[in-house]
């Protein structure tokens, strides 16, 4: 397991109640390391944190280590299934979503 790997695993299993159920998976690309993260559905409380802080705050912590080893790592949280997170949008923000888009000033651009 590659250090920044183990990092992400060690804070995590630090502050959820099921650290069994903490697993990390590791892919190399073009773009950088990509960790994402598994972890049980009653967890994801801790693991975002009051308004993403958490989550926010340990991506900060892994570009660190990332830098450290001359490397553009990104952390990618797995949202499991049967999890209670609810996204909350204002009533504006559900109307956008669900108005169609006007798209007819660039639908005959020829790009």
Same mark, same amino acid.
């Not at 892919?27 to 994801?44: F, K, Y």
């Not at 080893?69 to 009533?91: C, D, M, Y």
């Given at each position: 397991?590659?250090?920044?790997?183990?990092? $992400?695993?060690?804070? $995590? @299993?630090?502050? #959820?109640?099921? *650290?069994? %159920? #903490? @697993? =990390?998976?590791? #892919?190399?690309?073009?773009?950088?390391? !990509?960790? =994402?993260?598994? $972890?049980? +559905?009653?967890?994801?409380?801790?693991?975002?944190?009051?308004?993403?802080?958490?989550?926010?705050?340990?991506? =900060? !912590?892994?570009?660190? $280590?990332?830098?450290?080893?001359? %490397?553009?790592?990104? !952390? @990618?949280?797995?949202? +499991?299934?049967? *999890?209670?997170?609810?996204?909350?949008? *204002?009533?504006?923000?559900?109307? %956008?979503?669900?108005?169609?888009?006007?798209? *007819? %000033?660039?639908?005959? !651009?020829?790009?």
């Amino acid at each position: 397991m590659e250090q920044d790997q183990a990092f $992400v695993e060690y804070v $995590v @299993k630090a502050i #959820v109640n099921n *650290s069994d %159920a #903490v @697993k =990390t998976t590791r #892919v190399i690309d073009e773009r950088g390391v !990509l960790i =994402t993260l598994d $972890v049980d +559905p009653s967890d994801m409380g801790y693991v975002i944190g009051r308004h993403g802080q958490t989550a926010r705050s340990l991506r =900060t !912590l892994l570009k660190i $280590v990332g830098a450290k080893n001359n %490397a553009r790592v990104n !952390l @990618k949280i797995n949202e +499991p299934a049967g *999890s209670t997170h609810a996204h909350r949008f *204002s009533q504006t923000q559900q109307a %956008a979503m669900n108005d169609d888009v006007d798209t *007819s %000033a660039v639908d005959n !651009l020829n790009i």
